[in-house]
């Protein structure tokens, strides 16, 4: 018999005019079955300075979520040199290679998706997408981003939010969004 597999969330990102939003939907699923519909996928680390998001397994992301905590405050708050050196890390340290989640953080200026292949990417138009909506996320953030640059940047994510969730069954419309910055 096969292991149960963990399925959930969208997790978008966005910089936009000066504000850094990012938001998930709620939902954790094992199998077919929801199990939970209000997990928080967004946290505040670095002093409240950086927003974090996650998708894949809740106990190894918050593990790779404190690990990049304690990267941030070693590095001096430098948020691409704690990526870069968590991405080493886990890629090479035998305890942290097995877990199995990805991470999306981003203060005011910058986002970086962060995964246990060693991965840091910067993706364009300061927009970061992970999960099983984040293509569907995405293809509507960057819509909203040319078509409709007047919304906010937390618009754009509750909107691209609600596109995953219409489409993809492991997103739910239970939304955590969290921003960081002021309107320019």
Same mark, same amino acid.
């Given at each position: 018999?096969?292991?149960?597999?963990?399925?959930?969330?969208?997790?978008?990102?966005?910089?936009?005019?000066?504000?850094?939003?990012?938001?998930?939907?709620?939902? *954790?699923?094992?199998?077919? &079955?929801?199990? +939970?519909?209000?997990?928080?996928?967004?946290?505040?680390?670095?002093?409240? +300075?950086?927003?974090?998001?996650?998708?894949?397994? &809740?106990?190894?992301?918050? &593990?790779?979520? @404190?690990?990049?905590? @304690? +990267?941030?405050?070693?590095?001096?708050?430098?948020?691409?040199?704690?990526?870069?050196?968590?991405? $080493?890390?886990?890629?090479?340290?035998?305890?942290?290679? $097995?877990?199995? *989640?990805?991470? %999306?953080?981003?203060?005011?200026?910058?986002?970086?998706?962060?995964?246990?292949?060693?991965? %840091?990417? @910067?993706?364009?138009?300061?927009?970061?997408?992970?999960?099983?909506?984040?293509?569907?996320?995405?293809?509507?953030?960057?819509?909203?981003? +040319?078509?409709?640059?007047?919304?906010?940047? @937390?618009?754009? %994510? $509750?909107?691209?939010?609600? %596109?995953?969730?219409?489409?993809?069954?492991?997103?739910?419309?239970?939304?955590?969004?969290?921003?960081?910055?002021?309107? *320019?």
């Amino acid at each position: 018999m096969s292991k149960p597999i963990f399925h959930s969330t969208t997790v978008v990102g966005v910089i936009h005019n000066g504000v850094a939003a990012m938001g998930a939907d709620g939902q *954790a699923t094992l199998g077919s &079955t929801v199990m +939970k519909s209000n997990v928080r996928k967004i946290r505040k680390v670095g002093g409240g +300075k950086v927003l974090a998001g996650f998708a894949g397994a &809740t106990a190894d992301a918050f &593990t790779l979520l @404190e690990r990049f905590d @304690e +990267k941030l405050n070693q590095y001096g708050q430098n948020m691409k040199r704690a990526a870069v050196e968590l991405a $080493r890390d886990w890629r090479t340290d035998r305890f942290l290679r $097995r877990l199995e *989640a990805m991470l %999306v953080v981003m203060n005011e200026t910058d986002g970086m998706v962060i995964s246990g292949t060693g991965d %840091v990417l @910067e993706p364009d138009h300061k927009l970061l997408c992970i999960g099983s909506g984040g293509m569907y996320a995405q293809a509507a953030a960057l819509t909203l981003l +040319k078509h409709a640059p007047h919304l906010t940047a @937390e618009q754009i %994510v $509750r909107e691209a939010l609600g %596109v995953a969730a219409d489409i993809c069954i492991y997103t739910n419309h239970n939304f955590d969004i969290q921003t960081l910055g002021n309107p *320019a």
